[in-house]
């Protein structure tokens, strides 16, 4: 695992949260979501992290991560609005491009596989472990780790959310969707009237990658598509369901059956807190990471 880096997806503006959210800490030492994930990734080998930030925050992430920065080598790439192909250049835009645009900000920081994770989600020392297993294993391959549905939505609201088609243990489709919730028991996306079961396989962007996969993103296929580019975000779940539809590459999904935690609106920071306390108080965190 030690040649492996963690690739921090920590760009984001917060515009439902309402702030920094990836700057927001729990727990007794008052650490970060990311943090946790970054002590698990520690202690299992991992000793280089890349976080993809807006320029304007890094004395924010600077001043958050320096206590880490003796146990891990961690760097920042910036997300910028004019970091695109020469062709695509003359585009006005005023919002991040998408986490498949964070990912591919990156690109030049990653020369060995890597391993994505959002800054604002909570995934849990198992679900890193069953990453690590699936890594030990078959260092070669890609890999997705995917949640039950049911177990990855909060009670505060609608969320986004790429739902897998799964062939044996190989991804053969992942489809975004930006407003599913659970509702009286009832998942479903809003107003398209799609319902789910609750035990489908989702992506919350826990990704386990060969750096020649930031060769394949094709940045010119998401301009096509025809979208509202100005508000459009290029998203990783699509990126790479368009490599898999032509042939590109292969992906392994490792199902996990841990819940989630994490914060897309402000209501859900006292279930992420519930959930920091408990690992805490379990023994499986320290109360002072670093």
Known sequence: ?????ILVLAAGFGS???GLKQLMTFGPGRHA???YSLFDAHRLGIQHAVCVIQEIHRNFFNQL???????I???????RLDDVPVEFSNFHRTKPWGTAHAVYSARNYLPAPFITINA??????QAWEQMANFIEKTPSKNALLAFRLDRTLPSSGPVARGICRVNGNHLVRIEEFSNIACVNGSIHVQNQGRHFVGDEPTSLNFWYLQPEILQKMDFGRFFADGMNLAEAEWMLPVAIQNIL???KIDITVVNTQSHWAGITHSSDIEEVARRVESATLSGVYPKVLW
């Open 73 to 79: 080598e961690i760097e920042f790439a910036y997300q």
């Open 1 to 5: 695992m030690n040649s492996v880096s």
């Open 245 to 247: 539809d032509e042939g």
């Open 16 to 18: 439902r949260f309402g």
């Open 120 to 125: 604002d989600d909570f995934y849990g020392r």
């Open 65 to 71: 991560l320096a206590p880490l920065m003796e146990f």
């Open 33 to 35: 979501i990311l943090e």
